[in-house]
Each structure stands twice: as C-alpha cells, then as structure tokens.
C-alpha cells in the first residue's frame, strides 16, 4: 500500500504546486499572476496556432546540437587531460578561467565577434557548457582504477573491449552527471542566446511578451518547454542510466 501511495507522490506534488499557484493568483487578482485556467488555455491556443510547437522545436534543435557538440569535445578532453598530468597541468588555469566567465560575457563576444548568427549562437552555447563537462570527465579520469586498467592490460583485452567493460563503466557516474547538469545548464543559456540575438525561439518569444507585459504567455512558454525537458529526462536520461548500470547487482 505504501509503496502504491509512493508512485503517486510526483502527481500529488504538482497538484499542491497548482493549488498553491491558484490560491495565490485568487488572492492577488492581479494580471500579473493569472490563475492556472487562463495560462492553460493561453497554452492550448498557442499549441492550436502552431506557435509554440514552432518556437519550442527551434530552441530544441539549438539544445540538441550544441550539447551534443559538448558533451563529445568534453567527454574526449577530460578523459585525456585526467590520464595525462602534464597536459592537466599545463591547462589547469584555462579551466578555471573559462569557469569564471559569465556566459552573458561569452554570448556577447560572440554575437560581437561572429555576427548575429545561427553559428555564433551554438558557439556561445557550446563555450559556456564545455568547461564544466571537462572538469568533470576529468575526474572521472582521475578515479579509474589502475588494478583494473592493468588486469584489461594482461588479459590483452584490447582498446574497444577495455573501454566498453573496464573504463566506461567506472566512467558512466560521471558522465550522467555531467548530462544531467549540463542539460539544465545549457537549456537556460540557450534562452538568453535566443534573447538576445535570434529572431525566433523560445527565448525571442519569452523576450516579446515581456515587453508586453503578458504574464500569461510568459507562463505559458515556460511551462510548456520544462515539459518538454522534463520528458527528455524521463524518456532518455533515466532510461539511458539504467541501462549504463545494468553491470551492478
């Protein structure tokens, strides 16, 4: 009986977030917090009219390859800079320095640098997000164990199967991590690369109707692109993490 009322927690959780936002916007009666009945139909309409779909699938495309284009470039950079220390040594303070680097800062040069296009948008996005998946494939690079890596050695395993049963396993922690934060990381640089320098996209759109004062439609697009990336989650990530660790008991 528990374990039923537990599978139910998520559903009952969103229903309280809504009664909670009804409450409020009741109390308020304030356009600038419409009720849940006006934003859904406001998001219905929009869905109807093709506008939403439109702008979600474009900032969609932008997440997909420039986080794709991260995670690859991360990925072959940290695992090489956490097996090598003098490369790591020596681009340390890179690493820290494109840390620290506001992305407003980045997407700015790069609009600047490259023009108002649709390169320099992934470039940007791509900048802000690969340091953070370099910092952390690397140490995850840094944790192999070397017992394992010489048994692989001595068995004569060879490259493909010591990475598929030896490192990539030691590896996949890592790497979900990486994914998973850098998808709530890249998401929200995307709307203000889109802000600020595209003519279409969820963030040209959240842009608009802010200088339109329309609450209703800025609801409306928020919730309906964290549906959108809270159904990459449910159908790709964990689904993808639980077939990574298939190998543990």
């Not at 996005?125 to 017992?147: C, F, M, S, W, Y």
């Amino acid at each position: 009986m528990l374990i039923k009322f537990r599978k139910f927690l998520p559903v009952l959780s969103l229903l309280a977030l809504v009664l909670v936002w009804q409450v409020l916007a009741t109390c308020l009666n304030s356009n600038n917090l419409p009720i849940p009945l006006v934003v859904g139909n406001v998001l219905w309409q929009g869905c109807l009219s093709g506008q939403i779909p439109y702008h979600l699938g474009i900032t969609l495309l932008r997440l997909v390859v420039s986080f794709s284009i991260a995670m690859l470039l991360g990925c072959g950079i940290g695992v090489v800079l956490g097996r090598n220390k003098k490369l790591d040594a020596f681009f340390d303070n890179w690493l820290v320095i494109f840390l620290n680097i506001p992305a407003l800062v980045t997407i700015i040069l790069c609009y600047v640098w490259f023009g108002l296009t649709e390169v320099a948008a992934i470039l940007a996005v791509v900048i802000n997000k690969l340091p953070n998946v370099i910092v952390t494939i690397r140490e995850g690079a840094r944790a192999l164990d070397q017992d394992l890596l010489e048994m692989a050695r001595c068995y004569r395993l060879g490259r493909k199967k010591t990475l598929l049963h030896v490192v990539w396993p030691q590896l996949y922690p890592y790497v979900m991590g990486a994914t998973r934060t850098g998808l709530a990381l890249v998401w929200k640089i995307i709307l203000v690369v889109e802000l600020l320098g595209r003519s279409n996209g969820v963030g040209f759109q959240l842009y608009s109707f802010f200088q339109l004062f329309d609450v209703a439609n800025l609801l409306a697009y928020t919730i309906a692109f964290v549906a959108i990336i809270q159904l990459l989650e449910l159908m790709v990530l964990k689904p993808l993490d639980t077939k990574a660790q298939r190998w543990r008991r």
